[in-house]
């Protein structure tokens, strides 16, 4: 485990294993510590877990949070602490948070995993935000127990979180044509994300693969993590299939 300071951002992160480096970016309102069981299967990695400006054991900063500003820590995260290129595994906003570092840096993003993203904020089932009150009790006690800003914070990150996600991202399917990378596109049968959005998400990035979990929600990574973290481990560690029929690889 370790601190490295990024700009204003005292970001903590922790590393095990040897190998090509993996960097795993958490969603919101959780923090690193959602990775626990992605360890043992990505052996023979070297597995890299940060927790974003205001998650986790890393202390909120005075302002609001945006996509655009926690590219940016990742980005430096990527050249002071990884010290080049890597595998970006990203889960909800952590995807979102990769797609854009794919866009504005491909010469440091190998090969791209993106679970549950959405490249605009419309790309979320109607209504699903308003439910996330019911888990802040629970989610906060969670926070407070790395968090050195202390469970009474919490709020004030819920608070920045909500009015983000709300707005942003609003990439268009243009924006993502740029990305270079690999890209596994994951989602959950029934996830806080629209199939139709990640079908667009999927279509618009030009090297992409696709994978939906059955019987799976937005949580898919704790709830069948096993086949989860082992489709990941596989595209991550192995070349592209040659399909004998391709349609939409065909050019």
Do not use: C
């Amino acid at each position: 485990m370790a601190i490295i300071q990024l700009g204003e951002v005292a970001t903590w992160y922790d590393e095990q294993g040897d190998g090509e480096p993996v960097v795993l970016l958490h969603g919101g309102f959780v923090d690193s510590r959602m990775f626990v069981p992605a360890l043992p299967v990505l052996d023979g990695l070297r597995v890299i877990t940060v927790d974003r400006r205001g998650h986790g054991h890393t202390p909120d900063v005075h302002g609001p949070l945006s996509y655009d500003v926690m590219a940016d820590d990742m980005i430096a995260f990527l050249e002071k602490a990884v010290g080049g290129p890597a595998h970006l595994v990203g889960h909800s906003d952590g995807a979102n948070v990769a797609m854009i570092v794919a866009m504005r840096r491909p010469d440091l993003v190998r090969r791209l995993v993106l679970i549950s993203g959405n490249f605009r904020h419309g790309g979320l089932v109607p209504g699903v935000l308003d439910g996330f009150a019911e888990a802040v009790p629970y989610l906060g006690a969670r926070y407070g127990e790395v968090s050195p800003d202390g469970q009474e914070h919490f709020p004030v990150v819920v608070d920045k979180l909500l009015r983000m996600a709300r707005s942003e991202p609003n990439l268009t399917e243009d924006d993502l044509g740029r990305i270079a990378s690999r890209t596994l596109v994951m989602s959950g049968d029934d996830d806080a994300v629209t199939l139709e959005h990640t079908i667009a998400l999927y279509r618009a990035i030009p090297e992409s693969e696709l994978a939906v979990v059955p019987g799976t929600s937005h949580l898919l990574v704790m709830e069948k993590p096993e086949p989860v973290y082992r489709a990941i481990l596989d595209f991550l560690t192995t070349n592209p299939t040659q399909t004998r029929q391709p349609i939409r690889r065909a050019r």
